[in-house]
């Protein structure tokens, strides 16, 4: 059975500093790995999404890297802001299953003015 | 629409009561799923839609729990005799067929009292 972990679970930085964010899985089957945002109250919104076939994959401040291999994939967030206070998901797709994704727990980002 | 819309937004009801989530995926979306988040946990896979049917209902908790979708659109989650465990936030997402980024809705907040 796929079991994603994220760690930390929680993060504080000082406005400016980068953020790296893990993302580790069990089963290396998998079609593609997805980091999501989730703001209190509200839904997830996807912020990348890597094909397994791919290495990383970048937009604006966010890079994604997939060690499929290893089971690992890290969000790298440049010059972080107060407006990236969030709790950020990743999920893997599960290759022999019917689409379905396998979710982590999240890691809860506190970006401090 | 625009985006995956989820009704009703809240619910309160009683213990014993029966429950119904609704789902209108993005259009065109061929896949749907229904995911819960229960407070501070991950997500929950629930059940996965292709078109009207359902070859993933692996995740749904109980026989209180059925789900069904018609037109290869809306989508209901039912709960019946509801307990309180099943409060939490039932989520909704779909991607089109062949596609990999999936997009959720805002939730359905239900509280069991």
Known sequence: K??????????????GENLVLNCSFTDSAIYNLQWFRQDPGKGLTSLLLIQSSQREQTSGRL????DKSSGRSTLYI??????????????????????????????QVVVTP | GAGVS???????TEKGKDVELRCDPISGHTALYWYRQSLGQGLEFLIYFQG???PDKSGLPSDRFSAERTGGSVSTLTIQRTQQEDSAVYLCASRTGGGNTIYFGEGSWLTVV
């Open chain 2, 52 to 54: 009207n049917s359902a």
């Open chain 2, 6 to 12: 989820q009704s009703p937004s809240n619910k309160v």
């Open chain 1, 63 to 66: 890079n994604a890297s997939l």
């Open chain 1, 78 to 107: 440049a010059a972080s802001q107060p407006g990236d206070s969030a709790t950020y998901l990743c999920a893997v797709r599960v290759a022999d299953s019917w689409g379905k994704f396998q979710f982590g727990a999240g890691t």
């Open chain 1, 2 to 15: 796929q079991e994603v972990t994220q760690i930390p679970a929680a993060l504080s930085v000082p406005e």
